[in-house]
């Protein structure tokens, strides 16, 4: 059995095994993109979504203007009702949640801690779509951990929460490959839809009370740190398979810089070069072309090819060259 089937297997979502009026009070609560497609797979199949939680409305932009979350903005296309508290853990929120008297919470990257009285609260408790395959990478950043540590593959993982980080019982996992050229957005992309997917199938016995989960292996679990900023600087010692691993990690965010000239410089793209060494120091332009700006390593050779500078857009490295001329600079140093 492969790994992506050891939790239990599901039925298709295709062929429900129970009434339409049997299909439950659902609760959704999501905030990013991820959460929109399971979202929408929910109200295309036309189950009872009572209510979507979300984080409350943020600034965002230049002029930090408040910004609803992409899963308000969706449910109320849909029409559906939304909410928006600050905390989960407060006497009124709980008194609200409890009188939709839901028989399942569905949550995905919502943003906010389930305390024991709300996971308790539905009849069928609340479950988790998690962007890796658990235990390997609990936490906040599975999708770009994988991606920076070469995982081969990573996937989705449902699961039924409990009070622990992601150590909740698996009820359905379901694997997708990670492509050499994978940015963290593309598979971010790829695993939202196969989150919906992987819900749909597992919810008609779910909801049946049919669908049994399995423990984690704790000694297995792998943590997903959170990304932060200072991530993104590259440290040009370092070799250059993890460089361009890391590259693609951090595209869309925090997108990993570098310096030119003093000028922050975006790296959106990049790989290294098989079977490439070089005695430069670590951080000089050691050739340029049409193919690419290829630096010195820790240990070979990252070729940059598209890149960016503050107030310009993201340029292939052809169209970057014609403005600027690298050969024998050195890149690199703190913003």
Partial sequence: MSEQDEAQDAPSAATPTYPVDRRGRIVYAGTPEFAVPPLEALAAAGHEIIAVYTQPDRPAGRGQKLSASPVKQRALELGLTVR?????????????????DPDLMVV???????????LALP?????????SLLPRWRGAAPIQRAI?????????????????????DMLLKRACPIAQDDTAG????????LGAQTLMEALPALLAGRLQGKKQDNAAAVYAAKLNKAEARIDWQTPADLLARRVRAFNPWPVAQTLLDGEILRLW????LPGQTTHATPGTVIATGREGIDVATGDGVLRLTRVQLPGG???????????????????????
């Fill in 148 to 168: 920076e540590a070469g995982d081969h593959e990573t996937g989705i993982t449902l699961m039924q929460m409990d009070e622990g980080l992601d150590t909740g």
């Fill in 84 to 100: 928006q508290p600050l905390s989960l853990r407060d006497e009124a929120a709980r008194a609200e949640l409890a009188a939709l």
């Fill in 108 to 118: 995905a990257a919502y943003g906010l801690i389930l305390p024991r009285e709300i």
């Fill in 123 to 131: 009849r069928l408790g609340c479950v988790n779509l998690h962007a």
């Fill in 313 to 335: 857009k993201p340029l292939d490295a052809a169209a970057f060259l014609n403005a600027h001329t690298l050969c024998g600079r050195v890149l690199g140093g703190l913003a």
């Fill in 186 to 193: 593309r598979l971010h992309d790829r695993l939202a839809h």
């Fill in 269 to 272: 793209e990049a790989h290294a």
